[in-house]
Nanobody
Framework: QLVESGGGWVQPGGSLRLSCVASGFTPDYYAIGWFRQAPGKEREGLSCISNSDGSTYYADSVKDRFTISRDNVKSTVYLQMNNLKPEDTAVYYC?????????????????????WGRGTQVTVSS
């Protein structure tokens, strides 16, 4: 199971930290990725972190503003989002990626993820 939280409304330039709590599977066998989907747009892969060694990938659109991290004791993956912009408004999802797909080609492609959370809404507006 994957459960996201931490979404909400924030003004442009503000920050939010999303959380993804994972349960029911062996963490070392997977990576966790964050995606977002705005109305009328494709689901976009943002970032991914390996549960085993903490390696990360970032999309160019967010790499200077978003930071992914994990707390293995709490079985939680975070997405720290800074300097938020109106175009960051979307539903944000975390998803599970089998570790053998953890790589630059795969991490942003939704078809390789095998389990998804229900999402949390992020709205950036003044």
């Amino acid at each position: 199971q994957l459960v996201e939280s931490g979404g909400g409304w924030v003004q442009p330039g503000g920050s939010l930290r999303l959380s993804c709590v994972a349960s029911g599977f062996t963490p070392d066998y997977y990576a966790i990725g964050w995606f977002r989907q705005a109305p009328g747009k494709e689901r976009e892969g943002l970032s991914c972190i390996s549960n085993s060694d903490g390696s990360t990938y970032y999309a160019d659109s967010v790499k200077d503003r978003f930071t992914i991290s994990r707390d293995n004791v709490k079985s939680t993956v975070y997405l720290q989002m800074n300097n938020l912009k109106p175009e960051d408004t979307a539903v944000y999802y975390c998803a599970r990626l089998p570790i053998f797909y953890f790589g630059e080609y795969y991490y942003s492609r939704r078809e390789y993820y095998d389990y998804w959370g229900r999402g949390t809404q992020v709205t950036v507006s003044s």
